[in-house]
């Protein structure tokens, strides 16, 4: 079991620093991967920021790595033809990071390169970028995503988002903040503020819009509302009476699920963006909501209790009769397809609630957390792990799960965290 | 992502919007009684109609009642003075011991032409927007029980929170059960 604390300190890019995230790996795995990223070579005049410890903190986020403290590196090379192999294979390294910034008149050339310690003429990845300023934590990512590629054969997501929902009590003033940030906490932006609750942030496919639910207290409604991220514009999609929540959007980005109850009781509808037409996908008295989309935009998942207590059902896109998807467990809400379509995450209840993950073709369900009230999984867009959210010492905190359930991370910040959405690729 | 870092002062105008759309605008003139419930600690004339400390309530809820009759709301005597129902877990059932007060706000409503608003909550076990569900079921019943008493169907009007707004922070079956509940908000006409 392996701890590092990568405490990340928000200061320059925004007001909001209680909303620095702390990510904290609590288990991780034996089998580390050895590997040293080494300072790189070159100017930085400015202090903007270490380019090799963002790789590094990146890499150690995933609990997959075993990295080289600095003070134990014998060298600081910044290219293959500077690097003595063999020193390295004494103190265990298997990968070596290695590289180096040059001033531009925009920015910075950054240039990397991932060597194997045993096969010297290798070089796993590497790539020469031009960085304007400002975003060398971003080529940072961008670097640790390649390593990361080239070692476990899967993409990284470093480059991603998070979107969460926070709430904080103030001499008891209540406020909710939906917050977008990088996937290590850095750079978070307050996208909306507000005395009520905000709830269910979803992601559009191109990354660039969040939609979410909000509350209108003077006018006693909850309004179902889509953002453009950069821009702020928000549009409201549905204020209906009663309930206008749970917003999935489609693969493509064109429709919207999403629950509505105007008509007495929460089913399922469709939204079509472009034409603004909406379209009722499930009917039944019962309580249906939580829609979620298969990666191939054929069919959705949702939770309903028509048979009695909370369990997923899944329905085609263009309707028709629902089909039970769980029958284990007491009850089962909240499913998200993952990446690949082939299984859910979803919250199984009994006893606590935990987040578990289930074989869309076999049935078999798998319990991942330990609870008992963890809930919100939600995939990062590689399908490796999981971002949730568990009861913390200081209320709910956001947690990540490898989807074999040996990695776990905690990210904790001042007050109540939840409703993670990881955003698609970026 | 160089526009990330410029784009920040953007970004904060966009909170200031969001604020407006999320329909919290007139933040200083609502706050007070629009906050979580709270409840006065030191009212020492804790009486009750039903086993419920009814006394205990603040004027939440009582936006849209003419001045004159907010005592009677406010007496722990008079079944009015209940507007907080509790529920038990997983359940959607009124509890007898309140239709004396679902009586009381029928009538009421009716004889003033209230705009009342049933407000559905639920614990915090389970998925939220499924709560959301839950919450509004609960709503909805208080809604037919004063619908049913003759209060017209275009003067009552149900918002569910589901988990969102607990009335007890706690994470054991005696904050739940306080969190359970449906509220009567009487909105400013």
């Given amino acids: 079991m392996k701890k590092y604390l990568l405490a990340l300190l928000l200061t320059a890019f925004t007001a909001t620093s209680h909303a620095a995230l702390r990510i904290e790996v609590t288990e991780g795995t034996t089998a580390a991967i050895p590997i040293a990223v080494v300072p790189f070579k070159g100017t930085n005049e400015d202090g903007e920021a270490d380019i090799a410890r963002v790789i590094q903190d990146d890499l150690g986020s995933t609990g997959l790595f075993k990295l080289m403290a600095r003070d134990k590196m014998l060298a600081m090379p910044g290219a293959r033809s500077d690097v003595n192999y063999k020193n390295w294979r004494t103190v265990s390294v298997d990968y070596l990071v290695v590289g180096q910034i040059t001033s531009t008149e925009s920015g910075y050339s950054v240039r990397f390169e991932l060597l194997d310690v045993y096969t010297p003429d290798r070089v796993l990845a590497s790539f020469e970028i031009d960085a304007p300023r400002g975003s060398l934590r971003r080529a940072g990512h961008m670097i640790a995503n390649r390593v990361y590629e080239a070692l476990t054969g899967h993409p990284g997501v470093f480059t991603t988002r998070i979107a969460y929902v926070t709430l904080t009590r103030r001499a008891g003033e209540i406020q909710y903040e939906l917050v977008v940030a990088d996937q290590d906490g850095y750079n978070p932006q307050v996208i909306a503020r507000s005395p009520e609750p905000i709830m269910s942030p979803s992601w559009s496919p191109d990354g660039r819009h969040l939609a979410y639910v909000a509350f209108d207290i003077d006018r006693g409604l909850a309004i179902l509302q889509v953002q453009d991220i950069g821009t702020g514009k928000v549009q409201a999609i549905s204020a209906r009476e009663g309930i206008n929540g749970s917003p999935a959007w489609s693969p493509d980005g064109r429709y919207m699920a999403l629950t509505l109850s105007y008509h007495g009781n929460p089913d399922i509808f469709i939204f079509d963006t472009k034409t603004r037409k909406m379209r009722q996908l499930t009917q039944n008295p019962a309580i249906d909501t939580e829609a979620s989309w298969s990666p191939d935009g054929q069919s959705l998942v949702f939770t309903s209790d028509r048979g009695g207590g909370a369990q997923i059902y899944q329905v085609a896109a263009s309707g028709g009769n629902a089909q039970r998807l769980t029958f284990e467990g007491k009850n089962n809400q909240r499913a998200v397809y993952s990446p690949d379509g082939k299984s859910l995450a979803l919250v199984q209840g009994g006893g606590g609630y935990r987040i578990a993950l289930m074989d869309i073709k076999t049935r078999a369900m798998r319990i991942l957390t330990s609870g008992p009230l963890d809930e919100s999984p939600s995939f990062a867009p590689n399908g490796q792990l999981l971002i949730y959210t568990r009861s913390g010492r200081s209320g709910a905190e956001l947690a990540t799960i490898s989807i074999d359930g040996r990695i776990k991370t905690r990210l904790t910040q001042r007050g109540e965290v939840r409703e993670p959405a990881w955003s698609p690729m970026q | ?189």
């Fill in chain 2, 1 to 189: 992502m160089t526009t990330f870092k410029q784009n920040w002062l953007g970004l904060v105008m966009i909170a200031v919007l969001g604020i407006t759309v999320a329909g919290c605008g007139g933040k200083d003139k609502v706050r007070d009684d629009d906050a979580f419930p709270t409840y006065n600690e030191d009212d020492s004339n804790a009486g009750s109609t039903s086993g419920i400390d009814t006394s205990r309530l603040n004027e939440r809820g009582l936006k849209g009642v003419e001045s004159d009759d907010r005592r009677r709301f406010l007496d722990p005597n008079d079944p009015l003075s209940t507007r907080v129902f509790y529920f038990d877990f997983d359940s959607d059932r009124v509890r007898t011991e309140y239709m004396a007060s679902i009586q009381a706000h029928a009538e009421y409503a009716k004889r003033r032409g209230s705009r009342v608003r049933l407000e559905g909550h639920t614990d915090e076990r389970g998925t939220r927007e499924y709560n959301v569900g839950l919450g509004e079921r609960r709503a909805q019943a208080v809604q037919r029980l004063l619908a049913a008493q003759g209060v017209s169907a275009s003067s009552l009007r149900v918002l569910s929170f589901g988990e969102e707004r607990p009335q007890e922070l706690g994470h054991d079956e005696s904050a739940w059960s306080r969190n359970r509940r449906v509220e009567i908000i009487y909105e400013r006409q």
